[in-house]
């Protein structure tokens, strides 16, 4: 039994007997004041009870002293000589579930000084004649009670003895998940060097037109995501994720998700959908790095258990008094979950699949670091699924709004309608059918723009006379069912525009635009405001390639392959690159040469990062230089950044080195002379 049902037990207990004592004390015409008394006892213990101002230990004994009491007034009559051993018996049986000796031997002493008092007769009221019947039953009485005192101490005893033992089991059971937690978050910043090397290297091998080396780089890119999720694991199942808050763009966040699906094994034979809401604020602060991995534990899980059909993403926001609610949905067409399977989710390491012979991959640890991530940030996670029916996850995380103006906004002046045509039977999966419906309605009601859906050419036709509906949005299955068709429409001024797969090549002097699947709200804004030419395939990438040209940067690790990758990814931006081995090499080359950045590995030997980092920066105060130090480690927990800015770095790389995340923090660093956006410079 708990604490809570003990007590309560006993506080009934006690309220019954002293409802008894009151009505024998009536019948017994016992003194008149005790009833009062026992009533304001009883009613004392309630109050005491249910105020909840004592700690446990100070109620439960002030509970016992009140039953001390009432045996004592009960067995000092003369009428309760021989009942008294029975209700000392029944006190110490009940108040035994509280595990005090101490109790058990106060009770006893009582049954002893009470009989005392009844064989010197204090009170006087009666003689007792001391023949055979009345000396053994007094005896009777006392080894009753004495039994009675043995049994109850010794149950105490042996309670405590597994309560100790149970906890020392708890103790050691917890040592050991925190000792294998400390192993598999050692190992996973162990084992980032080698697979920053395995994907450094492999980029380097495409760059020379290696075709096996495609092979390696998503091996090694998978990898690294594993190590990533044991590391999130750990501090999820800790409850020790740190948070680390930085300005985003909507707009970068879901490009990011549609390149993290692009990386997916079998994305290829799924349809994905992207419903943007255009009314999500533009520029939102959170933690970015946990969003983009909710978004891909909850993509991958969606692609795991989908073998037909497609993927349903949507984000949009909540107003809220602090901010936004961010809401994420992801729904499959998948193979579902019954509800035990939900409930299990939150509580780690569940896999639908735990066979062998497995055909999904994954360690069985996103969902549960979705949970994790979710709560860390004052979110919530809903699951609703059916088996073979697919299933939808719903995040919802609260976010603070830098720039509220809407994400996504039509050109002023826009007037025109918008045609869509698609195939009523083209999807063997109605529900893709739905998605494709649902992410167009909104996207139109977002920008407020009329929207037809047209299941023929000749509903196209018919929708071109009646309304002013100059964009025909298509598939690459009905384009090329009628491509004569809409050659002639392109000649009267309409604007074509194609959602299809990479595997499609039109002509080169096709009067389409073609917008890469998946499809999705940006591009087809960019379509809407002109900023795509008809002919081959549209440029509709969210973000302006971003270079850095001449940028003098050190890079200092100890371990010389890290040093050959990451050369390799910053001349990729147009930096200048010069190297060092250690901490002390590093300060040297420092004193002899200029830089406008330094990237410092964290743990080496002899003279670690934040050494070497602060010896750099004293010498660069001394000289009056301006110089950014990034710490570049593989050292990824949660917090990470938060510890190195602490430390006097200016930012933070995780090895293996996601190009993402380095833009992200030149950006933020350097200064803008030093930043070329889009071929532009600043």
């Avoid at 067995?75 to 051993?85: E, K, M």
């Amino acid at each position: 039994m708990s604490q809570d049902r003990n007590e309560k037990f006993i506080i009934l207990l006690a309220t019954f007997s002293s409802i008894g004592l009151i009505i024998e004390n009536v019948l017994m015409h016992w003194e008149y004041w005790v009833p009062i008394v026992v009533a304001f006892g009883f009613v004392s213990l309630w109050i005491v009870h249910l105020s909840d101002k004592l700690e446990y230990n100070p109620r439960i004994i002030y509970y016992f002293f009140y039953a001390v009491l009432l045996v004592f007034y009960y067995g000092i009559h003369n009428t309760s000589l021989f009942d008294v051993a029975l209700v000392t018996a029944l006190v110490m049986i009940s108040y035994s579930i509280l595990n005090k000796v101490f109790m058990m031997r106060v009770l006893l002493a009582e049954f002893l000084v009470i009989l005392a008092f009844h064989l010197l007769n204090l009170s006087g009221d009666v003689d007792i004649t001391y023949d055979k019947l009345t000396v053994s039953r007094f005896l009777l009485h006392i080894i009753v009670v004495l039994l009675v005192y043995f049994v109850t101490t010794k149950t105490i005893s042996d309670r405590r003895d597994i309560i100790e033992e149970s906890a020392y089991k708890d103790e050691r059971i917890d040592k050991y998940d925190k000792d294998m937690e400390d192993f598999l978050s050692n190992i996973s910043h162990e084992l980032r060097t080698p697979v920053n090397v395995v994907n450094g290297m492999s980029d380097l091998l495409i760059k020379r037109s290696i075709t096996e080396a495609e092979s390696i780089k998503k091996a090694g890119i998978r990898l690294a995501y594993q190590i990533e999720d044991i590391q999130d694991y750990t501090e999820c199942k800790r409850d020790k994720v740190l948070l680390e808050e930085e300005d985003y763009m909507s707009l970068s966040l879901i490009n990011d998700v549609v390149n993290s699906y692009n990386l997916i094994d079998g994305h290829e034979k799924l349809e994905l959908v992207v419903n943007l809401d255009p009314k999500t604020p533009t520029m939102m602060k959170g933690d970015i790095r946990k969003l983009h991995k909710i978004f891909r534990h909850l993509l991958d899980n969606a692609v795991k258990f989908t073998r037909r059909g497609g993927i349903y993403v949507r984000m949009y926001s909540e107003t809220t008094d602090y901010g936004v609610n961010l809401c994420i949905e992801m729904t499959d067409t998948g193979v579902g979950m019954d509800i035990e399977s939900i409930q299990s989710i939150s509580e780690g390491m569940y896999q639908v699949n735990k066979k062998r012979n497995r055909s999904t991959g994954g360690v069985g640890l996103g969902l549960f670091i979705v949970y994790g991530f979710a709560h860390s940030m004052g979110g919530f996670v809903k699951i609703e699924s059916e088996k073979k029916r697919g299933t939808t996850i719903r995040v919802t995380i609260p976010q603070k709004v830098v720039n509220e103006e809407a994400c996504l906004k039509l050109a002023k002046g826009f007037d025109e309608a918008i045609i869509f045509h698609v195939k009523p039977n083209k999807y063997k999966v109605p529900r893709l059918r739905d998605f494709y419906r649902i992410m167009a309605s909104d996207l139109a009601t977002g920008i407020r723009v009329p929207l037809y859906s047209a299941e023929t050419v000749y509903d196209v036709e018919r929708l071109r006379d009646k309304m002013n509906a100059n964009y025909v949005f298509m598939g690459e299955d009905e384009y090329l069912e009628n491509e004569g068709y809409f050659e002639v429409l392109a000649e009267e001024g309409a604007v074509l525009v194609v959602s299809a797969g990479p595997d499609f090549k039109p002509a080169p002097d096709a009067p389409i635009i073609v917008m890469p699947k998946p499809l999705y709200a940006y591009p087809v804004l960019k379509i809407l405001n002109g900023e795509c030419k008809k002919g081959g395939v549209g440029d509709v990438s969210t973000q302006k390639k971003v270079e850095f040209n001449g940028v003098k940067a050190l890079v200092v690790d100890d371990e010389p392959m890290n040093l050959v990758v990451a050369s390799g990814i910053f001349n990729d931006y147009g930096m200048i690159i010069d190297t060092a081995g250690s901490g002390k090499e590093s300060i040297k080359k420092f004193k002899e040469n200029d830089y406008d950045v330094v990237f410092m590995d964290h743990m080496m030997p002899e003279m670690d990062g934040v050494e070497a980092m602060k010896n750099i920066k004293s010498i660069a105060g001394e000289e009056g230089k301006s110089i950014v130090v990034i710490a570049l480690t593989a050292n990824a927990v949660s917090g990470a950044r938060e510890m190195f800015i602490r430390e006097g770095f200016d930012g933070f790389v995780a090895k293996p080195i996601n190009r993402s995340d380095f833009e992200r923090v030149m950006l933020r660093e350097l200064p803008e002379y030093l930043i070329d956006r889009g071929g532009e410079k600043l």
